[in-house]
């Protein structure tokens, strides 16, 4: 539900992407150990100031953000194939995360990832990465000495404060629970 409802036309309410399959992601042990290191290393560096980010404190600021990749294997029942297939978005995520050093970029809704997964035609099979994110402390895109001040950098922001885009620092805060694998209708 949380996948199709931003997907829902204006005009005649029929999602306009087809869902073949949804699979749960098993992450390791060590992966989910980083992932809430991650947390509570946040929470410890915004304790001295809960006023300003008390989501911060609270949880890390989590949320869970949509992030769109291509899928070039079959995506067989073990979620990943043996090998990683060169190219293939998810298995390279699944396998060894997201690449450090590039950050990751995440959206509120599924159609904006989709959207901003870039020109890629629909003959290439893509999939959305359902994830857990530890967004932290976030800043405007256009704030000054972003990187030194926060772990997130967010644009798009709605009327309840939530970022429709959020760039995160911080690999190993962004944990992917679920693959959605669809096409276009």
């Given at each position: ?73 079959s995506l067989d ?15 390279s995520v699944l ?91």
């Amino acid at each position: 539900m949380i996948f199709k409802s931003s997907w829902l036309g204006k005009r005649d309410d029929h999602p306009i992407c087809k869902i073949e399959r949804i699979l749960k992601v098993h992450n390791t042990q060590s992966t989910i150990q980083r992932f809430e290191e991650c947390r509570d290393s946040v929470g410890i560096l915004t304790r001295c100031n809960t006023s300003k980010n008390p989501r911060c404190a609270a949880d890390g600021n989590e949320q869970l953000r949509f992030h769109c990749t291509n899928l070039t294997c079959s995506l067989d029942s073990s979620l990943c194939c043996n090998s990683v297939v060169p190219g293939c978005g998810v298995c390279s995520v699944l396998r060894h995360g997201f690449p450090a050093g590039k950050g990751v970029r995440t959206t509120a809704s599924s159609v904006k990832a989709h959207n901003g997964f870039g020109s890629v035609d629909w003959d290439n099979t893509r999939a959305m990465l359902v994830c857990r994110v530890i967004a932290g402390r976030v800043n405007e895109a256009n704030s000054t000495n972003v990187a030194e001040t926060c772990d997130a950098i967010g644009a798009g922001q709605n009327a309840y404060g939530t970022y429709e885009k959020l760039f995160i620092f911080n690999p190993e805060a962004v944990l992917p629970c679920f693959v959605v694998n669809y096409t276009s209708q």
